[in-house]
């Protein structure tokens, strides 16, 4: 939120919106770990109702595959993409010198 727009939800809503440090994160590491067993129990789901062989590592090395590019992408959109914006406005501040 910019300034104003933080000034504004201030005003219209007097509930505090700063949150401390600590309590944040606590916050957050609660819902990392309930994630990872979330994450967790699903592995072993599979696992349960697939069997261990063959097709189940393949599943899960496939799997991680995905996850690895899907963070490369993350990565790339949050670097990459605003240095690709940086260099198109200078290089039209360039052409319009």
Not at 10 to 22: A, C, G, Q, R
Not at 38 to 43: D, I, M, S, T, V
Not at 67 to 83: E, K, R, T, Y
Request: no cysteine.
């Amino acid at each position: 939120m910019t300034s104003t727009a933080l000034e504004a939800y201030k005003v219209t809503n007097p509930k505090k919106i700063e949150e401390s440090l600590p309590s944040a994160t606590i916050k957050s590491t609660l819902i990392n770990l309930t994630s990872k067993a979330f994450g967790y129990l699903k592995y072993l789901a599979i696992a349960i109702f697939i069997g261990f062989n063959a097709k189940t590592d393949d599943y899960f090395i496939a799997s991680s595959l995905l996850g690895i590019f899907l963070i490369f992408g993350d990565a790339f959109d949050s670097v990459g993409i605003p240095n690709l914006v940086q260099a198109r406005r200078s290089s039209e501040k360039n052409l319009k010198n």
